[in-house]
């Protein structure tokens, strides 16, 4: 059974920072892809950051490029997602998914998590 599983939301103020923690398990970890997406209180679900674990590949969105950074380890079969200088507008339910290769297109992604709420105070 795909299982993932975030940790690590809170509330913080603006220029703090975060790490989410996703641990993944029930697949080929080495063969697969990470996704972190967030979604706002009425927005669309948004890719920001995706790890392919096979070459450590890592992806941005321009929102969050520069800020935020993907690791993994795969021996662990975790993927963390450091979050500096947050903003308000980062204020979100955080999600890992999982897929075969790395999208920005959530339908893309088989396997979520629970999510896990970041909380960004001006």
């Known amino acids: 059974e795909v299982q993932l599983v975030e940790s690590g939301g809170g509330l913080v103020k603006a220029g703090g920072s975060l790490t989410l923690s996703c641990h993944a398990s029930?697949?080929?970890?080495?063969?697969?892809?990470i996704g972190w997406f967030r979604q706002a209180p009425g927005k669309a679900r948004e890719g920001i950051s995706c790890?392919?674990?096979?070459?450590?590949?890592?992806h941005y969105a321009d929102s969050v490029k520069g800020r935020f950074s993907v690791s993994g380890d795969n021996a662990k079969q975790m993927v963390y997602l450091q979050m500096d200088r947050l903003k308000p507008e980062d204020t979100a339910v955080y999600y890992c998914?999982?897929?075969?290769?790395?999208?920005?297109?959530?339908?893309?992604?088989?396997?979520w998590g629970q999510g896990t709420q970041v909380t960004v105070s001006s």
């Open positions: 998914a999982y897929a075969a290769v790395c999208s920005w297109d959530p339908q893309h992604f088989g396997s």
């Open positions: 029930g697949f080929r970890f080495d063969d697969s892809a």
């Open positions: 790890r392919g674990n096979w070459d450590n590949s890592r």
